[in-house]
T-cell receptor, first 108, second 115 residues
Framework: GQQVMQIPQYQHVQEGEDFTTYCNSS?????IQWYKQRPGGHPVFLIQ?????EVKKQKRLTFQFGEAKKNSSLHITATQTTDVGTYFC????????FGAGTRLTVKP | GAGVSQTPSNKVTEKGKYVELRCDPI?????LYWYRQSLGQGPEFLIY????????DSGLPNDRFFAVRPEGSVSTLKIQRTERGDSAVYLC?????????????FGPGTRLTVL
């Protein structure tokens, strides 16, 4: 079955440093979604990528979808303490598969 | 407007008991999803409804788990003969349609603890 893997599992950065999380699927995805979950909260939708090689930006966040539509990345420039949380990628296939997430902590 | 709501927010039960978890999706959303999330893990897909019918129930771990959505709105996840391993946060999400190309709006979850 479809597997969605994310690395790293944890990332601790100093405020102002950049952060990147990577997502890899064992199968080609029709699209990929990214969610953020704050500690104690529920996942909140960030963005959806559909096209091969697509790049989307939201302020300091840059999302990429690989050419083969099997991998994706989220890059945050100049992290802030408000970026703290766990970032999940999710790929629909036969069912909706979430990665295990990358937990980001930011030291002020 | 109102988001997805789930009740109860917390449920503590004993091993072997039956529990029901309720989800009220956003009004007008035709697709509804149930997930289970354990500590430090991503949401694990359980079942997906498009309208009243279960379009995909491949994530239900075994026949102790069952979910219904009789009128295409509110859904109930039912767990029979609960086991300690069922302890987790159960998340419900809804989206405008069931194409899986729409963002999912998650509820706050129900934290289930089986003693």
């Amino acid at each position: 079955g479809q597997q969605v893997m994310q690395i790293p599992q944890y990332q601790h950065v100093q405020e102002g440093e950049d952060f990147t999380t990577y997502c890899n699927s064992s199968t080609t995805l029709s699209n990929i979604q990214w969610y953020k979950q704050r500690p104690g909260g529920h996942p909140v939708f960030l963005i959806q990528l559909v096209k091969s090689g697509e790049v989307k930006k939201q302020k300091r966040l840059t999302f990429q979808f690989g050419e083969a539509k099997k991998n994706s990345s989220l890059h945050i420039t100049a992290t802030q303490t408000t970026d703290v949380g766990t970032y999940f990628c999710a790929g629909p296939g036969d069912d909706m598969r979430f990665g295990a997430g990358t937990r980001l902590t930011v030291k002020p | 407007g109102a988001g997805v709501s789930q009740t109860p927010s917390n449920k503590v039960t004993e091993k072997g008991k039956y529990v029901e978890l309720r989800c009220d999706p956003i009004s007008g959303h035709t697709a509804l999803y149930w997930y289970r999330q354990s500590l430090g893990q991503g949401p694990e897909f359980l079942i997906y409804f498009q309208g009243t019918g279960a379009a995909d129930d491949s994530g239900l771990p075994n026949d102790r788990f069952f979910a219904v959505r009789p009128e295409g709105s509110v859904s109930t996840l039912k767990i029979q003969r609960t086991e300690r391993g069922d302890s987790a946060v159960y998340l419900c999400a809804s989206s405008r349609s069931g194409s899986l190309l729409n963002e999912q709006f998650f509820g706050p979850g129900t934290r289930l603890t089986v003693l």
